[in-house]
């Protein structure tokens, strides 16, 4: 099975509340805040390498995750492809972009250029990158491909290496269960780190994986030795005959306005009842 | 002059209210171009559900009546098909939004303006306001293509009150996709609850990694939850730890809420679940640590043992 993982670096998310505008408002600093890989292609990646490896025999690969990623060539993308292949994908491809030039409508023509030269079994990405928050590159790539897509995975299980699949996906009110015939795009949920949520029939079935709090597996030592050798392949939208034409324009970034006043420590449950009672007026 | 179709997102046969947040935002577009707006009801039973938005002010109510469950497959061309007439396509950026929509979008080579808090007509020129970042950030959005895709986050858009007049009511034509047969609805598990719906209730009360288990989220949470008529939330790591399902969730990963009252029990706060509910009106932290990060957003905190301070709130609440 060969899986395409597209990993986007983004400024680190968990101290997204330091982020500032510049004076104009015209663009988003990140400055002082590290590049992370964007969270929720983490969780892709980890149901990536599951799909491709025996569990049960030290996590033996038996298929092929390619990363790919869209950015600047700098040491901050290369960090985050090496980051990946250290837990295991094969190879990188990092398509040189500047990040202000690019749209989920780009990145998605972009991806589906790969896609074209690789031919994958699965792309498996994101729902969305953590600062743009559009969750909408990984639909319009099925799109353009003629592709199915599953959104929202917290299950999956694939049989005859990939060429079908049954997903639970979530949705606002439930779950629902979908077979696809591959290849396909899938986007996951949090929910696909769970210890048995990703079963590719090589794997034993009953296999449990290690409770994961936050994000993927971490790295090995040895599996960061070995991202050392592994190759990264660099490529351009002009090597891969894509358009650089973006569907949208940003014209003003703004940090919202703070919430107003203090927060009112209560000293007892009669109190905050009083104060949400009479004050608030909300109960 | 931009005309709008608003894309229905139908349960069960029924119009969720979703949908109206949808109209509200089509409305907005429509008035301030002066254009006019549509709605589109596709699924199964759609007939019954175009009756039930014929009081929005719709221009016509449009319905594609589409049997078993739904996968965007399924979808897609047809509301493109219809989307072809018109300028503007909207729905939700529920989940059920956001996985159409996009795919929509790539048939019309639209560019789409996702999760939008705001609408913004200026001389005829549209442009969107969208939070990004978890929050921390607003961007202001032009779409370039010819057509425009939006989906719009339902905190943000009241549902549409009825407006009187009925709307006519026409057969849309189903447009088959060669996709939809690589994709085969199983089935589908709707949770159903007695309580409100997390993103349309007036007061949330969310708990988190805290309460430690299912059974104290049914024992502690719940009658709190039901003495205030309130819906049940719960942050990611609750939700990961199995004490809730996970449609309850609160966040940059899962609902956004902006209630008149939002309670945060046992919540630490991370940058994620801040994302998902700093919008609400009171906002009220109950942590044994006053330190916790949810006091940036918190306008009510008390520090206490929630085993000690739930039981007793609800107490409390009962006697009002």
Redesign the interface.
């Known amino acids: 099975m060969k899986i395409l993982v597209p990993i986007k670096r983004v400024a680190d998310p968990d101290n997204a509340s330091k982020l500032k505008v510049s004076g104009d408002g015209g663009a988003v600093t990140s400055e002082g805040l590290e590049w992370k890989m964007n969270p929720f292609d983490d969780w892709s990646l980890e149901a990536a390498l599951r799909l491709t490896e025996n569990a049960a025999e030290k996590n033996a690969r038996v298929g092929e995750v390619i990363l790919v990623s869209i950015g600047p060539n700098d040491e901050h993308t290369q960090r985050i492809i090496r980051e990946g292949l250290a837990k295991g994908a094969e190879r990188g491809i990092l398509v040189e972009a500047e990040d202000n030039t690019l749209d989920s409508n780009i990145v998605a023509q972009v991806l589906k250029a790969i896609v074209d030269k690789e031919s994958p079994d699965l792309v498996v990405l994101g729902k969305q990158a953590a600062d743009g928050d559009s969750n909408v590159a990984g639909t319009q790539l099925a799109e353009h491909l003629g592709w199915p897509i599953v959104n929202y995975a917290m299950q999956l299980t694939t049989a005859d290496d990939g060429k079908t699949l049954q997903v639970q996906r979530e949705l606002d009110t439930g779950v629902a269960t979908v077979k696809v015939t591959g290849p396909a795009v899938v986007t996951t949920s949090d929910r696909i780190l769970q210890p048995e949520s990703v079963k590719n029939g090589v794997t034993p079935a009953d296999h449990q994986y290690a409770k994961l709090e936050v994000g993927g597996r971490y790295a090995s030592l040895k599996g960061i030795m070995q991202a050392k050798k592994k190759p990264i392949d660099t490529t351009s939208l002009g090597d891969l005959g894509v358009e650089p034409a973006a569907a949208l324009k940003y014209t003003k970034f703004e940090l919202p306005p703070a919430r107003s006043g203090e927060t009112t420590f209560v000293e007892s449950v009669e109190d905050l009842v009083e104060k949400l009672h009479n004050a608030a007026k909300v109960i | 002059m931009a005309n709008v179709l608003v894309v229905a997102e139908l349960?069960e046969g029924k119009a969720r209210k979703t949908t109206l947040c949808g109209v509200t935002a089509a409305k907005t577009i429509a008035e301030g171009t002066g254009g006019s707006f549509d709605i589109l009801a596709i699924g199964e039973g759609a007939g019954a559900a175009a009756e039930e938005l014929t009081g929005f002010g719709a221009g016509k109510v449009l319905k594609a009546d589409i049997a078993g469950?739904?996968?965007?497959?399924k979808y897609?061309a047809t509301v493109a098909a219809v989307g072809e007439g018109y300028d503007v396509v909207v729905a939700c950026a529920?989940?059920?939004g956001?996985?159409l929509l996009?795919?929509v979008?790539?048939?019309l080579s639209?560019?789409?303006?996702?999760?939008i808090s705001a609408v913004h007509v200026d001389g005829g020129n549209l442009?969107y306001t969208?939070?990004?970042?978890?929050?921390?950030?607003?961007?202001?959005?032009?779409?370039?293509?010819p057509k425009q895709v939006v989906t719009v986050r339902q905190s943000e858009f009241d549902a549409a009150a009825e407006s009187g007049g009925s709307s006519p009511i026409e057969d849309a034509a189903v447009t088959a996709d060669?996709?939809a047969?690589?994709?085969?609805?199983?089935?589908?598990?709707?949770?159903k609850s007695e309580r409100p719906e997390l993103?349309e209730a007036d007061?949330v009360v969310s708990g988190g990694r805290a309460l430690k288990s299912a059974e104290n989220f049914t024992n502690v949470i719940e009658p709190l939850v039901d003495a205030?008529g309130a819906a049940m939330g719960a942050s990611?790591?609750a939700?990961?730890a199995g004490y809730v399902s996970?449609?309850l969730?609160v966040g940059?990963?899962g609902?956004v809420v902006a209630p008149?009252?939002y309670l945060a029990i046992g919540i630490s706060g991370?940058?994620?679940h801040l994302a998902g509910m700093?919008g609400s009106?009171?906002?009220?932290a109950i942590n044994k640590d006053?330190e916790a990060p949810i006091?940036?957003?918190?306008?009510?905190?008390?520090?206490?043992d929630l085993f000690d301070?739930i039981p007793?709130?609800t107490e409390?609440?009962k006697k009002?």
């Open positions: 349960l469950g739904y996968v965007c497959e897609a529920s989940a059920y956001k996985d996009p795919r979008a790539a048939k639209a560019g789409v303006a996702s999760d442009s969208r939070p990004m970042y978890a929050g921390n950030v607003s961007g202001t959005v032009e779409i370039l293509t060669p996709v047969d690589k994709v085969e609805f199983v089935g589908v598990e709707v949770v993103t007061i205030l990611r790591a939700c990961d996970p449609e969730q940059q990963t609902k008149k009252l991370a940058i994620q700093k009106k009171t906002i009220v006053k006091a940036q957003v918190a306008d009510y905190f008390l520090v206490a301070a007793a709130l409390e609440v009002l």
